[in-house]
């Protein structure tokens, strides 16, 4: 099983700003899609953006859109979730995941992800 670590979650106070890291060390990084999820309390896991191997294609969710950047560094084997302008809708506890070579239209498919993070914590105050 492929070890994927989450750092960067926090409180913050809406319209505050965290970014998320993930790291994938010991494995191909480069040739896999990564994603972002969310589950909030006593709500289902939810899907919020993902990354194309080169880190040029991008997909969001649209309550995050013009608000959360996902970006990686294969050097580096971390993607990161970069969150602006966030609301007290956006806490949750959020999951990265690693998934293999995918269609894009399985991005935001949760099965489709193979290897996931145990989860950082983010919680916005109003």
């Known amino acids: 099983q492929v070890q994927v670590v989450e750092s960067g979650g926090g409180s913050v106070q809406a319209g505050g700003s965290l970014r998320l890291s993930c790291a994938v060390p010991?494995?191909?990084?480069?040739?896999?899609?990564m994603g972002w999820f969310r589950q909030a309390p006593g709500k289902e896991r939810e899907f919020v953006a993902a990354i194309s191997w080169s880190g040029g294609s991008t997909y969001y969710t649209d309550s995050v859109k013009g608000r959360f950047t996902i970006s990686r560094d294969n050097a580096e084997s971390t993607v990161y979730l970069r969150m602006n302008s966030l609301k007290p809708e956006d806490t949750a506890a959020y999951y990265c995941a690693s998934g293999g070579p995918m269609p894009y239209r399985y991005w935001s498919a949760e099965v489709k992800y193979n290897d996931w993070g145990q989860g950082t914590q983010v919680t916005v105050s109003s």
């Open positions: 010991g494995r191909t990084f480069s040739s896999y899609i």
